[in-house]
């Protein structure tokens, strides 16, 4: 059973720093791809930042880039969201979510933890 569990939300004023975590546990893929998405209240869920755990390489949304970082755990079943810089329009939940096809599928998600940027 894959389980995801997000830690490290808060609140934080505008131009503060979070740091998130998502422990992964249930399955022995090596290479997959593992990402962060946002929802805030009224609005869709986007996709925040990716990373693809077989060469390293990572994606961010235009709205984050250059102040967030995704990266991952020596052990791999750790994933990390540094978030710099923050934003009032950054206030949303935040899910951890693992695409093990390496396909688009994103099939297993956290339980997800909240972010509140106050200006």
């Known amino acids: 059973q894959v389980q995801l569990v997000e830690s490290g939300g808060g609140s934080v004023q505008a131009g503060g720093s979070l740091r998130l975590s998502c422990a992964a546990s249930?399955?022995?893929?090596?290479?997959?791809?593992m990402g962060w998405f946002r929802q805030a209240p009224g609005k869709e869920r986007e996709g925040v930042a990716a990373?693809?755990?077989?060469?390293?390489?990572?994606y961010y949304a235009d709205s984050v880039k250059g102040r967030f970082t995704i990266s991952q755990g020596n052990a791999k079943n750790t994933l990390y969201l540094q978030m710099n810089s923050l934003k009032p329009e950054d206030t949303a939940m935040y899910y951890c979510?693992?695409?093990?096809?390496?396909?688009?599928?994103?099939?297993?998600w956290g339980q997800g933890t909240q972010v509140t940027v106050s200006s």
């Open positions: 990373i693809y755990t077989g060469g390293g390489s990572t």
């Open positions: 979510a693992a695409d093990l096809t390496g396909e688009g599928d994103w099939s297993y």
């Open positions: 249930g399955y022995t893929y090596s290479s997959y791809c």
